[in-house]
Structures are given as structure tokens and as C-alpha cells.
């Protein structure tokens, strides 16, 4: 199995299924969790040097963070209902705690930060929605915590493919940092698939083929894109849902196509990401 390919585990104690630290995937700047929560359950986090952002995948939950409390965020019962996720920001240094009301699918986004700002609620209204693409190509975004909204390292997005489309396509790349042009940042894939026993594909190949692996998805698996270009492809009958967070030493999504691809899109920026 490639390096790139992170499956889940059972449930430990605390709920993770599945983990992905700077150590464990050979980078320096994203974390990512995920834990599966019954009702009742408590999650507890917070780490110094490290900035989060809580996203209810699916479920409810109350979130304490740093002396504040959020009730009831989240509440849509799978990533494919189209409704916002709840999500939580939680600067570097401040703890958090949330506790499920019924069953959840919490994803707990880190990257490197100093605790600049304070934990606050992201609203639907903060999460601006993009159709991009057209015919096979179509997919649907909602910029969970983009760049336009206040984080000290983190970019977080998701996004849904329907069955049989691409995305993330034309292959595009950023993990060269060119001022206006491109940036490096890290990034993981987090995906679902609806239903369940479907699967995806994708490749991550950097252009002088030192990297390139393509991987079987399944639901729950995550990908990990290190540095090259990295297009996903939906089966025939599956929708695919990913939550990917992005993180590197600027705060700024700037990317490149393959330019043996790049005809696709031609000029327009909507075929992008």
C-alpha cells in the first residue's frame, strides 16, 4: 500500500479512527483527525504551537473552547446533505472540549500557530459555496475556512464530486513557492463515499515522476499530498465527499496546472481545484 494511503482503525478509547501528525507523514505543518462519537462522549484537545479547526462531518455537538461554549454546532446527518458542516476554530494554546449529542463524525484540522485571535464559531454565511467545472468535471465547494476568513495557517475546504465526474482536475499542484504564482502547501484528503462500499481513485505525481501512486479509496481513507499534482476521480454510481486542509509556510492557495493538462481548462479559473 502506498505511503500516501492512510486507512481507519477501529475506535480507540477516545473515539479516533484515524490520525495523521507532522511526524507520521514526513512533513512540517498539517495534523488531521478524525473520531467517530457516541452520544455523550467528550473529546478533549488543545495543544500549544498548534491552531485548530473543528469540523462536525456529520452530527451534533456542544464545543467549550477557551472559556467559550457553542451549542448544538453542526446537526446534518451525512457530508452528502447539503447543508453546512458545524465548525469551530480554536486558536493555538487554548483547550477545547466537545461533547456529542448523538452520534458524530468529528475532523480536528491542526497546523503551526502562536494563538493569535480568539475560538469563535464559523457561521453557513463564513463558508462561501462555489460550483466549479462543467459536464464530468462538475463539483460542488464549500470553503469551510478559506483564506479570506481570519486563521493563522489554516485553509480548509470540501467539496462533492458526484459519480463518474473528476475533481481536483485539471491536475494541479502547490509545492513551489513563486510569489503570485504558486505556493507550498501540504495537504490531506479525507474522503466518503456515498454509498459506502464505492470507491475513487487518485493519483499524486510530481512532473519528473519521482512521486507517482495511484490509490483505490475507500470510505474513510485519507490521502496524502506531500507535493505534486493530485486529481481525483469518482466511480460510476459512487458520490465522493473530501475535506481537505491545507497548510503551509504562507497562507495563500495559489496553484499551477499540468501543462499537458492545462488545456482542459483553458483559461477559466472555475475548472480549478
Known sequence: MSRLHIRPQPPDAAGTV???????????????????????QRYRGGQ?????????????????????????????ASPFEDRAPGAV????????NVTA?????????????????????IRDADMSREVRGSGSNTRYIRNVLPETEPAEGLLVVEVITPGGHWSSYPPH?????????ESVLEETYYHRIRPPQGFAFQRVYTPDRSLDDTISVGDGDVVLVPRG?????????????????????????????????????????????
Open 48 to 76: 500549544a504551537g498548534r491552531e485548530a479547526c473543528l469540523v462536525l462531518v456529520a452530527g451534533s455537538a456542544d464545543v467549550d473552547a477557551g472559556g467559550l461554549r457553542f451549542a448544538g454546532v453542526g446537526g446534518r
Open 18 to 40: 484515524l490520525e495523521v501528525t507532522p511526524e507520521s507523514a514526513g512533513w512540517a505543518h498539517v495534523g488531521f483527525k478524525v473520531a467517530r462519537l457516541q452520544d455523550g
Open 173 to 181: 499542484k502547490h509545492d513551489t513557492d513563486t510569489p503570485e504564482r
Open 229 to 273: 499534482y493530485h486529481p481525483v476521480g469518482a466511480a460510476h454510481g459512487y458520490d465522493l465527499y473530501y475535506l481537505n486542509v491545507m497548510a503551509g509556510p504562507r497562507r495563500r492557495w495559489l496553484f499551477s496546472n499540468d501543462p499537458e493538462h492545462a488545456w482542459i481548462a483553458g483559461r477559466s479559473a472555475q475548472e480549478q481545484g
Open 89 to 96: 476554530y480554536v486558536p493555538a494554546g487554548a483547550e477545547y
Open 101 to 121: 449529542r448523538g452520534a458524530v463524525e468529528l475532523a480536528v484540522c491542526t497546523a503551526p500557530g502562536e494563538g493569535r485571535g480568539t475560538p469563535r464559531l
